[in-house]
């Protein structure tokens, strides 16, 4: 089976002030598994919500992932692992209480990690998520 891209998208529509034009995609299924684009704040149409302020991105990257999931096929019960990528400490309660509202009771691998800084400044958590239609 070829695998399935999802929302291809030029890396230009969020990187305005630099000069980088990669394509890609927000989502791949390969056979059963599904790999998501690191989700951040940013709408799935390239706005951007909650400058300043992790929880509320978290929350948006928490509803991306849903969707691409859902248009590829899967569902919040099939992710397997989450990588959440935070900018500073404080960050962490306030933005795993949205991803625990996100998962409830599914209870995925999990790593989490503290960054100097993200793509752009005005990210302040990103996360990533692999998953696995079952069979």
Same mark, same amino acid.
């Given at each position: 089976? @070829?695998? !399935?891209?999802? =929302?291809?998208?030029? #890396?230009? *529509?969020?990187?305005?002030?630099?000069?980088?034009?990669?394509?890609?995609?927000?989502?791949?299924?390969?056979?059963?598994?599904?790999?998501?684009?690191?989700?951040?704040?940013?709408?799935?149409?390239?706005?951007?919500?909650?400058?300043?302020?992790?929880?509320?991105? @978290?929350? !948006?990257?928490? =509803?991306?992932?849903? #969707?691409? *999931?859902?248009?590829?096929?899967?569902?919040?019960?099939?992710i397997c692992r989450i990588t959440t990528t935070i900018t500073d400490r404080a960050w962490r309660e306030p933005v795993y209480q949205v991803i625990g509202r996100h998962l409830g009771g599914i209870a995925p691998v999990a790593t989490g990690l503290i960054v100097g800084g993200l793509a752009l400044p005005e990210m302040l958590v990103e996360i990533d998520i692999d998953a696995v239609i079952p069979a």
């Amino acid at each position: 089976m @070829a695998h !399935q891209r999802f =929302r291809r998208f030029n #890396t230009g *529509l969020y990187c305005r002030d630099q000069d980088i034009r990669n394509e890609m995609c927000m989502a791949v299924r390969a056979g059963n598994l599904v790999f998501l684009r690191g989700q951040t704040g940013f709408t799935l149409e390239g706005g951007f919500t909650g400058i300043g302020d992790a929880a509320a991105q @978290a929350d !948006q990257a928490m =509803r991306n992932v849903k #969707t691409l *999931l859902e248009e590829a096929g899967s569902a919040m019960e099939h992710i397997c692992r989450i990588t959440t990528t935070i900018t500073d400490r404080a960050w962490r309660e306030p933005v795993y209480q949205v991803i625990g509202r996100h998962l409830g009771g599914i209870a995925p691998v999990a790593t989490g990690l503290i960054v100097g800084g993200l793509a752009l400044p005005e990210m302040l958590v990103e996360i990533d998520i692999d998953a696995v239609i079952p069979a």
